[in-house]
């Protein structure tokens, strides 16, 4: 049924502004300011062209878990270059991480990291 229509995701963030500046510049995506009915609207693109939408909310509440995953060649390269622009890495009780923030044991190599409004984001590289 939905085969061949276009979908894409979105969430929610409490400074749109910030937003624009976090995944624009410190991010480097391509990042769409838009004004629909009076609400200020950003549409990222993502590698291969995919969409997202992020949408300003009053009352937000970052999401519990990972809202996008950005796989990279090399995850250590990558840890250290967000972090020279001033991205810091989450730890998680329940996941052992290295000194840079990256888990290596099972599946990908992964690291997390926040937006402005909390929400969880995350760059891993498959082994």
């Known amino acids: 049924m ?3 229509t276009k979908a894409f995701s979105g969430f929610s963030v409490n400074d749109i502004d910030k937003a624009q500046q976090f995944y624009g510049e ?3 995506l391509e990042v769409e300011a838009s004004s629909e009915e009076g609400m200020n609207m950003l549409f990222l693109t993502l590698g291969g062209g995919a969409r997202v939408l992020v ?3 009053d009352d937000h509440t970052p999401a519990g878990f990972t ?3 950005f796989e990279v060649d090399d995850v250590e390269a990558t840890v250290d270059e967000l972090g020279r622009r001033g991205v810091t890495f989450e730890r998680y009780p329940e996941f052992e991480t290295d000194e840079k923030g990256i888990m290596r044991q099972g599946g990908p ?3 997390w990291f926040k937006d402005p409004a909390g929400n969880v984001l995350s760059v891993l590289q498959n082994r």
């Open 2 to 4: 939905f085969r061949n």
């Open 26 to 28: 410190t991010l480097g």
């Open 55 to 57: 949408y300003p909310k």
């Open 67 to 69: 809202i996008l995953n």
């Open 109 to 111: 190599y992964i690291a």
